[in-house]
T-cell receptor
Framework: EAEVAQSPRYKITEKSQAVAFWCDPISGHATLYWYRQILGQGPELLVQ????????DSQLPKDRFSAERLKGVDSTLKIQPAELGDSAMYLC?????????????FGSGTRLTVV | KQEVTQIPAALSVPEGENLVLNCSFTDSAIYNLQWFRQDPGKGLTSLLLIQSSQREQTSGRLNASLDKSSGRSTLYIAASQPGDSATYLCAVRRRRDDKIIFGKGTRLHILP
């Protein structure tokens, strides 16, 4: 069964350092999403890509967060500088273009701890 | 503003019992509703997806219903097992901006 790959699984970083997460969506899925999930909460959308273009980044804290999907396949989410409040699970998901039938497929996530 | 509420926040039941998890949403203009399972420290696994035109979906011991007019969905788990212990999240895909909005989840613990 096809999967969304994410790495690393866990990341511990010091406050003010830079950190990056990687996501490889299911082959053929043009739409890619990054979500942040704070402990005890539901996931919240940070950024949505359609191929290499950003469709929605209205909830992305752009002063410190950046996301790219240069070739329209895999994607990188970066935080610089990291803050204590950034500690959370970062989830990547992908779907077919404009697909409202099959829904999303999520990766295993990256658990970030900022100390 | 679309809000998704899941009740209860946590639930413990003895093994073998049937149980119901609830999800309510404020804006009925949705494309679909999806139920996910999340194990501690892990990603989300899709369980069932119900289109707005559908009333229910079934997979094994799971049955999800959708009443769009009242803004409610239920996830029914039959003959619960300890392996069902996890957090269950529901999410709606709203029509006006095609965004998916999640509830906070229900933490389920099945007692052996």
């Amino acid at each position: 069964e096809a999967e969304v790959a994410q790495s690393p699984r866990y990341k511990i970083t010091e406050k003010s350092q830079a950190v990056a997460f990687w996501c490889d969506p299911i082959s053929g899925h043009a739409t890619l999403y990054w979500y942040r999930q704070i402990l005890g909460q539901g996931p919240e959308l940070l950024v949505q890509f359609q191929d290499e273009s950003v469709v929605d980044d209205s909830q992305l804290p752009k002063d410190r967060f950046s996301a790219e999907r240069l070739k329209g396949v895999d994607s990188t989410l970066k935080i610089q500088p990291a803050e204590l409040g950034d500690s959370a699970m970062y989830l990547c998901a992908s779907s077919l273009v404009n697909d409202r039938v099959y829904g999303y497929t999520f990766g295993s996530g990256t658990r970030l701890t900022v100390v | 503003k679309q809000e998704v509420t899941q009740i209860p926040a946590a639930l413990s039941v003895p093994e073998g019992e049937n149980l119901v998890l609830n999800c309510s949403f404020t804006d009925s203009a949705i494309y679909n509703l999806q139920w996910f399972r999340q194990d501690p420290g892990k990603g989300l696994t899709s369980l069932l997806l119900i289109q707005s035109s559908q009333r229910e979906q079934t997979s094994g011991r799971l049955n999800a219903s959708l009443d769009k007019s009242s803004g409610r969905s239920t996830l029914y788990i039959a003959a619960s097992q300890p392996g069902d212990s996890a957090t269950y999240l529901c999410a709606v895909r709203r029509r006006r901006d095609d965004k998916i909005i999640f509830g906070k989840g229900t933490r389920l613990h099945i007692l052996p």
